[in-house]
């Protein structure tokens, strides 16, 4: 199970390089290195089941955690096309999509661009707060997930996402139809371009 995560808060105009790299080497560096790592394993084997925790946040952007979604997007983008390519080798892979957990996530490890640019406040400013406040309240229990996850080990056809909470649910649900409306809107102009 590959399990990084840096939270990181902030616009993406406040964001820093530095700031950036360093989300992206944990949540997303980190991950591959550690999936290549055990790749050979597994083929070698015929078998295994990769679970990539990510986060509800890759599947669906928020305003102030614009590089936390990237990096998390990413995990999911590579995890799509990895399972394509291990699924005949007899390994299986599903991507976690977490929402809010009472964890110290949004406690001390939650990390906050240094730079603060007052025309964000109403948006990221407000997603910083937002983050600050739930501490310690989140809807998630830890040990339910973790009941849940092993639980997806056991089926012998597991989901390619398994997202966890109500949270999590909804901001599926909402971007699906986000995407749905855009499709449904835009289909005349997206295939009138073809030759």
Same mark, same amino acid.
């Given at each position: 199970m590959n399990n990084a995560g840096l939270g990181f808060a902030g616009a993406i105009e406040e964001t820093s390089d530095e700031e950036t790299r360093a989300v992206f080497e944990a949540n997303f560096f980190g991950v591959l290195a550690l999936t290549r790592a055990f $790749? &050979?394993? $597994?083929?070698?084997?015929k078998s295994g089941h990769i679970i990539q925790i990510s986060s509800h946040g890759g599947f669906k952007a928020f305003a102030g955690f614009g590089i936390y979604n990237a990096s998390k997007s990413a995990? +999911?983008?590579?995890?799509? /096309?990895?399972?394509? +390519?291990? *699924? &005949? $080798?007899?390994?299986?892979?599903?991507?976690?999509?977490?929402? &809010?957990?009472? @964890? #110290?996530? *949004?406690g001390s490890s939650l990390k906050f661009a240094e730079q603060k640019i007052d025309d964000y406040l109403a948006t990221a400013g407000a997603f910083r707060e937002k983050l600050k406040s739930v501490d310690g309240v989140q809807e998630g229990d830890p040990s339910k /997930? /973790?009941? /849940?996850?092993? #639980? $997806?080990? @056991?089926?012998? #056809?597991?989901p390619l996402r398994l997202p966890l909470g109500k949270v999590a649910v909804h901001s599926l649900t909402s971007k699906l139809a986000s995407v749905q409306t855009d499709l449904d809107n835009c289909r005349d102009v997206a295939e009138s371009v073809v030759y």
């Open positions: $790749l &050979p394993l $597994l083929r070698q084997q995990l +999911e983008g590579f995890s799509e /096309a990895l399972v394509q +390519e291990i *699924a &005949p $080798l007899g390994i299986q892979l599903t991507i976690v999509e977490p929402g &809010p957990f009472r @964890t #110290n996530f *949004a /997930a /973790a009941t /849940a996850i092993y #639980n $997806l080990t @056991t089926l012998d #056809n597991p």
